[in-house]
């Protein structure tokens, strides 16, 4: 049977007990020279052998009660809103990864109304909101872009008018609404984020926990957020999330040179969204840029790239060509109420996931706001 606490510090006692009595031992025959040094040798090795169990004997017991206080301390309520949250997030981590039902307290501190239900099918708001609105800097485009979490989204394509004002009756803006129509609806894309959990963070801090699993799901999030938004081949029936689909129909400007389809494809693009207009490109094309440029000197490297081109540039592995354009006219929005979390378990590998199925979808709201910077050969006049 395993030794209690309490046993380990009655143990402990007695071993104390004993060490005192063989020190006194030591003290006062040592002052007496007719005890043989073989005497006084076989107690100081007692000594040194009670010592050290008792030494041994009181980490042991210093660990668990620093185990068990910190476990108590997790375990106390907390009157910090934000760490109620935590510990209620973390709590629905560990009952979900166990296979069992979420209840109804947790799912109340996270701010899930639907306690009628039991919420069992239902990411609690919170911890949604957390996912989409916190920013997320592996993909830049939440920089730019809106992103919402509003169920059954419908906007207008144009946000605002202007009485006797020309800005719709722009030859491309104009035929764009004409061919999509005045407003975009937001539809309901599936999208599995799986975290796979160690029984070490597991059973680690409620904000270690939260965090680990935050951080890996926004990162999840973004890489798949990026992998639609710039799809050389889109799948099917996703093309519209495209900047480079087709369907899409953004204007391609052509150019012999990489800087010349920037600043082309910029100024091509109409004054009522030159505000906040952008450039979405590769890292490695904008330094092949710079240095076609400075023609091998090193003045244009430390330059910011509105210096240079005249617009922020935000870098992005997947803009294969660049993107340029005003990205307000761009979208992403999460359906929060249709949010599921669930367990998942790997069998070939034996790796446990808290896996989040997430519903969104991403619209460009007008083409006429941005163009492409191709590089090939400039069409003849």
């Known amino acids: 049977m395993p030794v209690t606490l309490f046993q380990k510090k009655q143990n402990l006692a007695n071993i104390g007990a004993e ?3 063989v020190n006194d031992d030591i003290a006062q025959k040592a002052g007496n020279p007719a005890i043989e040094d073989s005497v006084l040798n076989e107690l100081s090795q007692k000594a040194d052998g009670l010592e050290n169990r008792f030494n041994m004997l009181k980490r042991q017991i210093d660990r668990e009660e620093q185990d068990s206080a910190k476990k108590a301390k997790q375990a106390e309520p907390s009157d910090d809103p934000k760490q109620k949250v935590t510990d209620a997030y973390a709590s629905l981590i560990r009952t979900t990864m166990a296979n ?5 307290d947790v799912l109340q501190a996270l701010g899930d109304d639907k306690t009628t239900t039991g919420g069992q ?3 609690p708001v919170t911890v949604s909101n957390n996912l989409i609105s916190e920013p997320m800097e592996d993909n830049p485009l939440r920089q730019d872009e809106i992103v919402s979490g509003i169920t059954n989204l419908i906007l207008p394509r144009i946000a605002y008018s202007i009485d006797d004002d020309d800005f ?4 491309e803006v104009a035929k764009e609404l004409k061919l999509k129509g005045d407003t975009v609806t937001f539809n309901r894309f599936k999208s599995k984020l799986k975290v796979a ?3 070490t963070i597991l059973n680690g801090t409620n904000t270690a926990l939260v965090q ?3 951080d890996a799901l926004a990162s999840a999030a973004a890489a798949k957020e990026k992998k639609v938004q710039f799809a050389t081949a889109p799948k099917a029936g996703e093309e519209h999330m495209s900047f480079y689909s087709d369907e899409v129909g953004i204007k391609k400007i052509t150019e012999s040179t990489m800087f010349d389809a920037i600043t082309q494809a910029a100024g091509d693009i109409n004054d009522a969204f030159q505000t906040n207009v952008k450039v979405y490109m590769r890292r490695p094309d904008y330094l092949r840029m710079i240095k076609e440029l400075s023609n091998g000197a090193a003045t244009l490297f430390g330059k910011a790239p509105e210096e240079i081109i005249g617009y922020p540039v935000r870098f992005t592995e997947r803009s294969v060509t660049p993107v340029v354009g005003n990205f307000k006219y761009a979208q992403l929005n999460y359906e929060i109420a249709s949010t599921l979390y669930e367990q998942w378990k ?5 790796v446990n996931y808290f896996s989040l199925t997430a519903w969104f979808d991403h619209q460009i709201l007008l083409a006429s706001a941005f163009r492409l910077a191709v590089v090939g050969e400039s069409p003849k006049e």
């Open 212 to 214: 680990y699993v935050n």
């Open 19 to 21: 060490l005192a009595q």
């Open 346 to 350: 790997d069998y070939d590998n034996g």
């Open 168 to 171: 719709v009756a722009d030859q």
């Open 100 to 104: 069992q039902a979420v209840g109804t």
């Open 197 to 199: 959990i160690s029984e």
């Open 121 to 123: 099918n239902i990411l």
